[in-house]
């Protein structure tokens, strides 16, 4: 509903509380375009404009332009919460602030979630603002903090909440307040972007003034390579032996787990963006002077020009990078030749490792015909969408929940491997399904121990499928469609009502389309 108190905006600043009444009561589920109208005539056109040039968005073919996911600020905010002395702060409705507090608790955030309240007169007389900037003041105990982050969700963002406004540091505290609304950023992985960017960027100022502190377990002998991407904790051991042979170690892990890890991330030797959407945080290792290097070690074919790339990027001989070659893709071939993949498999995600999860499953011998990936293509994910497409996989960047669900119904495969709404249909339609989010992402991907993992959780799911057989045959379409729901006695059925409804339907179908081409 979009109701609410007639506040008549005072002379000083125009133009944002012109803006914020309309912008109050809207959100994700409407108003997306005046909302982006309403943030850039509030002063925050350069901020959004820098997020279109980081994260495109594909061009409007269909319903949708931007891919469904969670909240994309969930995003940052976990970043925020996964940071030793971190306090993270949310600016925003509070029914946005209730599911992304839940939704955090729910991964495990073990932490309080700040939040600073507003309503349509705080919002537009700059109370707000003043709010933010106590709440900050409170916050910045450098006993307890080193960094505090205020997280502007889609509303005050709109009405130009100016959080650049805020002192960069308090007592030592670092202050870092970013714009992550929906509207702006498309999905949660790239709002983990915005945050490690934002971060990178103040440890880098930070590194050019003078002296900052070292890791805490000193800064290593071996020029390391910095991984960027959160990944299953088996796989950064897995990297660093593969990265021995060359005289090279793993580094910090980005987004990073304490303030100081930003310094060691920017000190490593090359970069590895292992998950491809981070845009913004490797414009900041870039303007570090650091080499940038897409792809991962997946597979024989993925490791052995990972290895290659990274060794070429660090300046290791050619001599060097054979011997790593050769100690980890001896033992892959092994594994691979050991067990196989019987099926045929779609696959599609939110998480940005759906390429590199692809060409796993094709070197383990899957028949695999899609993946579809919320995120956009990058230069770092060009070589796998390449190599996928070679192979004959469909790839769609960018896909939404209609492309994943028609992969499904199109390639009927033994294996649907998906998020939540791809998975529900996937098992509706009596296919053997896998959340990529909980089964896939959460096991090692890389090296030797990636090609091992797979093999087996894919094969067992499969193997299902006489089960899903059985309870489709004994459930029969019970509780189908409108069928669902408890009945005291045998659902009736009004065919004059559906055909109204069809008729309506298709009447408003017909309608719709006039007006796309007539706009
Ligand atoms: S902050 Fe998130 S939940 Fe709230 S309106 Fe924006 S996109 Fe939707």
């Not at 903090?145 to 709109?158: E, F, K, Q």
């Not at 960027?228 to 987004?255: H, K, N, R």
């Not at 080499?291 to 074919?301: I, T, Y």
């Amino acid at each position: 509903m979009d109701r609410i108190i007639p506040i008549q905006p005072a002379a000083a600043e125009p133009s944002a509380q012109a803006i914020a009444p309309s912008a109050d009561g809207l959100g994700c589920a409407t108003g997306k375009d005046a909302m982006h109208q309403a943030a850039v005539a509030a002063g925050k056109g350069e901020v959004l404009a820098q997020y279109a040039a980081d994260y495109p968005l594909q061009p409007k073919a269909g319903p949708h332009d931007q891919p469904q996911s969670m909240c994309p600020a969930f995003g940052s905010l976990r970043v925020g919460l996964r940071m030793r002395r971190t306090a993270t702060i949310l600016s925003g409705s509070a029914c946005c602030v209730y599911g992304l507090t839940f939704t955090s608790h729910f991964y495990g955030a073990r932490r309080s979630v700040g939040y600073v309240p507003f309503n349509s007169e705080t919002l537009v007389t700059g109370k707000l603002f003043e709010d933010i900037r106590e709440a900050v003041h409170a916050q910045a105990d450098p006993a307890q903090v080193d960094a505090v982050v205020v997280i502007n969700l889609c509303v005050p963002s709109a009405s130009g909440v100016p959080l650049q406004l805020l002192p960069k540091e308090i007592n030592g505290v670092r202050i870092i307040g970013i714009d992550v609304p929906g509207f702006g950023v498309p999905t949660h992985a790239e709002a983990k972007d915005v945050l490690a960017a934002a971060m990178l960027r103040y440890a880098r100022t930070e590194a050019a003034a003078g002296p900052v502190a070292a890791p805490r377990q000193g800064r290593g002998a071996l020029p390391a390579v910095t991984l960027l991407g959160e990944m299953f904790p088996a796989d950064p051991p897995g990297i660093a032996q593969m990265l021995a042979p060359m005289g090279l170690a793993v580094g910090t892990v980005v987004p990073t787990r304490e303030w100081r890890e930003l310094y060691a991330a920017l000190d490593g030797a090359v970069v590895a963006a292992i998950h491809p959407f981070y845009t913004a945080s490797v414009r900041e290792f870039e303007a570090a002077g650091r080499p940038v290097v897409g792809s991962a070690p997946v597979g024989v074919e993925g490791t052995h020009d990972w290895l290659g790339a990274i060794g070429a990027a660090a300046g290791v001989a050619s001599d060097k990078i054979d011997a790593a070659r050769n100690a980890t893709l001896s033992a892959m071939r092994g594994v691979l030749a050991a067990q196989k993949i019987q099926g045929r498999i779609t696959l599609s995600g939110y998480e940005g490792s759906e390429l590199l999860v692809g060409r796993l499953l094709v070197e383990c011998g899957a028949d695999l015909r899609y993946v579809g990936s919320a995120c956009p293509a990058t230069p770092w994910n060009a070589a796998d969408a390449d190599w996928l497409r070679s192979k004959g996989v469909h790839v769609q960047m960018r896909a939404s929940l209609e492309q994943d669900l028609a992969a499904v119904s199109e390639w009927k495969p033994n294996l649907a491997i998906g998020t939540t709404p791809v998975v529900q249909a996937a098992k509706q339609a009596c296919i053997p399904s896998l959340y990529f989010t909980n089964l896939i992402s959460a096991r090692p991907l890389m090296g030797v121990a990636g090609a091992g993992s797979l093999v087996q959780v894919i094969n067992g799911a499969i193997a299902n499928q006489a089960r899903f057989d059985r309870m489709h045959e004994f459930f029969g379409n019970v509780g189908d469609g409108d069928r669902a729901g408890v009945w005291t006695e045998e659902p009736r059925e009004f065919p004059a009502f559906r055909a109204d409804t069809r008729r309506m339907n298709e009447k408003a179908a017909k309608r719709r389309k006039a007006e796309e081409m007539g706009g």
